[in-house]
């Protein structure tokens, strides 16, 4: 089994802008087994951040950056764990990934580094959760049998500033999501662009059916 880890529901064909449903969809016609894992799984997902973000009020700290967090991290550790098997192969849109035993492909739009820098919506979270979380990034990754880059900016990164080896990593031009509502045109592009780079991510798999 393929399990695609995401922070959407995946049975839903327009969250997330359709690409988990869509991946899932493709995986299956190649013959493979394959369903989707959600990270944020509510309420425990949210139950976590609320206590989380309960006791950084109480501590006077910002309470920011939930997702980078440790207690964001076990929760999801403790979904991978409760519904991904030992012998399923992982395809990760989170650029942590803490199951230890299976098999996990990352694909990626940017690394934390960047994000942080790059993007005013993180930038108040605290500097020691930033590190914690790069960290942690750096042992995914580490760990990780590939990883797949939205483009050459992130691979150059990955490779020179993480230092990954480069036979680790690979070029796949998927098409951002600009557009929260799925239009048949932007669709059809995707779709295009998944039959493109499919091969390469199912091919990394010898997973038992």
Known sequence: MIRVITASNTNNRSDFGGTPYRLIEEIKKS???????NLRRPPIYHI?????????????????????????ILTRRFFLNSQVKDND???SFFQICSHRKAKVIFVIDCTLTYLFKSYPEVSQVPNSDREKAIQKE????KEAYHIFCKST???????NDYG???????????????????KPEILKRRIDSYKAGLRLLVG???VPE
Do not use: T
């Open 48 to 72: 976590a951040k609320f206590l989380w973000m309960f006791c950084r009020i109480i501590l006077i700290r910002n309470p920011r950056g939930f997702q980078f967090s440790s207690i964001a």
């Open 153 to 159: 900016k992130c691979m150059d990164q990955v490779i």
């Open 204 to 206: 990394h798999f010898e």
């Open 138 to 141: 750096k042992e995914s990754y």
């Open 164 to 182: 990954i080896s480069r036979a680790k990593v690979s070029y796949l031009p998927w098409m951002a999501n600009f557009e929260l509502e799925l």
């Open 89 to 91: 192969g992982i395809i």
């Open 31 to 37: 013959e493979r087994l394959a369903s989707g894992v």
